[in-house]
């Protein structure tokens, strides 16, 4: 389903009033075409973003803490210093998305496709990362998980 602007703002001063518990309801994104959204600097902290189209979106700075983006198509989204602590991004697809300087703290990044996805800065204590891809992805100063190595490319174990 594809949201025109004055409906994706409408749906976020509803979720910003949820979260402010003054009245308002969740925001309830799941499945929705948000292809080239500029979400810059909002607050989806428990937002329901599942299975969701953000391919190229902007969400640089946007508060997305517990948020459920299990499934999310974000290749190439901008989600530069935004907060996912503790976000469902299960399955992700974050080909080259830039991360850098994210807190992805006790994120869930089972099986999520971080290929040349771009993490310096990335704060990642407590993240799961079973199963992640992380091929080519550039970590240079990013807070890993205690004890994660990245595991051997095939190039590497034939060398």
Do not use: Q
């Not at 001063?13 to 500029?38: F, I, P, S």
């Not at 803490?65 to 974050?94: E, K, Y």
């Amino acid at each position: 389903m594809e949201f025109k602007e004055s409906k994706l703002r409408k749906i976020l001063y509803d979720h910003a009033a949820w979260l402010n518990r003054e009245g308002g309801k969740r925001a309830h994104l799941r499945g929705a075409d948000l292809r080239g959204a500029d979400l810059s600097d909002s607050d989806l902290a428990y937002a329901d973003l599942a299975d969701a189209n953000l391919s190229n979106a902007c969400l640089r700075g946007t508060n997305l803490t517990g948020a459920d983006l299990a499934d999310a198509n974000l290749v190439l989204a901008n989600l530069s210093g935004a907060d996912l602590v503790l976000a469902n991004l299960s399955g992700a697809h974050l080909i080259c998305a830039d991360l850098s300087g994210t807190n992805l703290r006790r994120a869930n990044l089972t099986d999520a496709d971080l290929t040349d996805a771009y993490l310096p800065g990335a704060y990642m204590p407590g993240a799961i990362l079973t199963d992640t891809d992380m091929t080519r992805a550039d970590l240079r100063a990013a807070l890993l998980p205690k004890g994660f190595t990245l595991p051997k490319s095939p190039k590497t174990e034939a060398a």
